[in-house]
């Protein structure tokens, strides 16, 4: 990864920072009382006061229906969200589903646009690094769930030439190879039907019929 990677992951965090930063849940918020206790949801309707790590990989795990407000949840835990995301957090596609959930893309603009922003420096940041924190099939499904789309993710690496992103593309067949012999899909926590999960996949595994193999 070049320095320049690593500063545009950077601003596209601050950029998380300053759109989401100060949100809370409603004021009326109350959750799941059965998973989150009462000082958890306290805090979550508390701007601008750290969360724990785990309270926040939980909030993005969970169903919206544990939540009166999910959408106002997720974007409470965003700014730590996008940071553990990019640090190497497992379960990165079960994070991301939250954010599906949450029908960010619908938000309002700069909103939006933060959160692409983030993706797609993240995407980035891990074609480009020989050995990132996740591997890269695994963020390429993280990005591909938190936004119901393989397009963009596609497009990035399409347009990344080097070698550090097609030894990615190699590892990653291997990664796939069970799934691209099968109609099942690595999308394991894809928002959305099963139809639409399967249709990404043959998508993705258009686009790697094409692509010149790594040696």
């Known amino acids: 990864m070049t320095s320049a990677d690593g500063s545009a992951l950077a601003?596209?965090?601050?950029?998380?920072?300053?759109a989401f930063g100060g949100m809370t849940a409603q004021a009326d918020e109350t959750g799941?009382?059965?998973?989150?206790?009462?000082?958890?949801?306290?805090l979550l309707r508390t701007p601008g006061v750290p969360l724990p790590a785990d309270l926040v990989r939980r909030v993005a795990q969970k169903d919206p229906f544990h939540w009166d407000d999910q959408?106002?949840?997720i974007r409470r835990v965003l700014p730590q969200l996008v940071v553990m995301l990019a640090e190497g957090e497992d379960e990165s596609d079960l994070l991301a589903r939250g954010l599906a959930a949450a029908g960010w893309p619908t938000w309002p603009r700069e909103e939006a646009a933060?959160?692409?922003?983030?993706?797609?420096?993240?995407w980035t940041r891990t074609l480009r690094t020989k050995t990132p924190p996740v591997s890269a099939c695994a963020v390429f499904e993280s990005c591909a769930t938190a936004s119901s789309?393989?397009?963009?993710?596609?497009?990035?690496w399409e347009s990344e030439t080097g070698p550090t992103a097609r030894r990615h593309l190699a590892d990653s067949l291997g990664w796939w190879r069970e799934e691209l012999t099968s109609d099942d899909s690595p999308f394991t926590w894809w928002w959305g039907t099963e139809k639409e999960a399967r249709a990404a996949w043959?998508?993705?595994?258009?686009?790697?019929a094409g692509q010149?193999?790594?040696?």
């Open 149 to 156: 789309s393989v397009v963009p993710w596609l497009a990035r």
């Open 11 to 18: 601003a596209a965090t601050a950029r998380v920072v300053n």
């Open 202 to 208: 043959h998508e993705v595994k258009r686009w790697l």
């Open 32 to 42: 799941c009382g059965r998973c989150f206790d009462e000082a958890e949801v306290e």
């Open 212 to 215: 010149p193999r790594a040696t």
């Open 114 to 122: 933060a959160v692409t922003g983030s993706l797609d420096a993240w």
């Open 71 to 73: 959408p106002a949840i």
